[in-house]
């Protein structure tokens, strides 16, 4: 088992530009979730998927920001007109939902660097 | 608004102590408190997790105290070890809502050999 894979490691970008970052949930886990890690707001989450469903969006900035997850094997975080504020490490994770309280794996998420 | 504190931002043990991490948190509907260890340059990685039904979970020489009437709880790492230097997050969610885990600050632990 892999685990949750996340590419690429490292991203720089020029303000201005889009940034794409991919997840590879581990393979049967149904729930694939996103948040951005930063020194200042620490971890804040996202959005999520369910069977690759969206179901809750909320954590995503409504600007710029967009997620999909087309298939069971990879989810995208897409950032159009990156900002340096935008700088985080963006980290995916997936989980195997059951009866009781879910345990999230974590990739070992995505370093954006925006200029 | 902040539902998860965390204390100290930072601590620093030496090899065999007690660390002890702070957590509180503010909606009583959180039920499951899980904490999570992170190393640099990798994700969080579940390390031990308490039911709101429980008041004390050991895994090793990790202990997790709960309160329940004061809305707090500590992780404590007995005989730390300089490999257990890490960033700890602790960790909410309610049953009762959305699956949604609100995380805590972090707690940035270092052992000194």
């Known amino acids: 088992n892999a685990g949750v894979i996340q590419t690429p490691r490292h991203k720089v970008t020029g303000k201005g530009q889009e940034a794409t970052l991919w997840c590879e949930p581990i393979s049967g886990h149904s729930a694939v979730f996103w948040y951005r890690q930063t020194i200042v707001q620490g971890l804040e989450f996202l959005t999520y998927?369910?069977?690759?469903?969206?179901?809750?969006d909320s954590g995503m900035p409504k600007e710029r920001f967009s997620a999909q997850m087309p298939n069971q094997s990879h989810s995208t975080l897409k950032i159009q007109s990156t900002q340096p504020q935008d700088s985080a490490v963006y980290l995916c994770?997936?989980?195997?939902?059951?009866?009781?309280?879910?345990?999230?794996?974590f990739g070992s998420g995505t370093r954006l660097t925006v200029l | 608004q902040q539902q998860v504190r965390q204390s100290p931002q930072s601590l620093t043990v030496w090899e065999g102590e007690t660390a002890i991490l702070n957590c509180s948190y503010e909606n009583s509907a959180f039920d499951y408190f899980p904490w999570y260890q992170q190393f640099p340059g990798e994700g969080p990685a579940l390390l031990i997790s308490?039911?709101?039904?429980?008041d004390k979970k050991e895994d090793g020489r990790f202990t997790i105290f709960f309160n329940k009437r004061e809305k707090k709880l500590s992780l404590h790492i007995a005989d730390s070890q300089p490999g257990d230097s890490a960033t700890y997050f602790c960790a909410a969610s309610a049953s009762s809502g959305s699956w949604q885990l609100i995380f805590g600050s972090g707690t940035q632990l270092t052992v000194m050999p």
């Open positions: 994770a997936s989980s195997s939902p059951g009866q009781g309280p879910e345990t999230l794996y």
């Open positions: 998927f369910r069977n690759q469903a969206p179901i809750d």
């Open positions: 308490i039911l709101s039904v429980s």
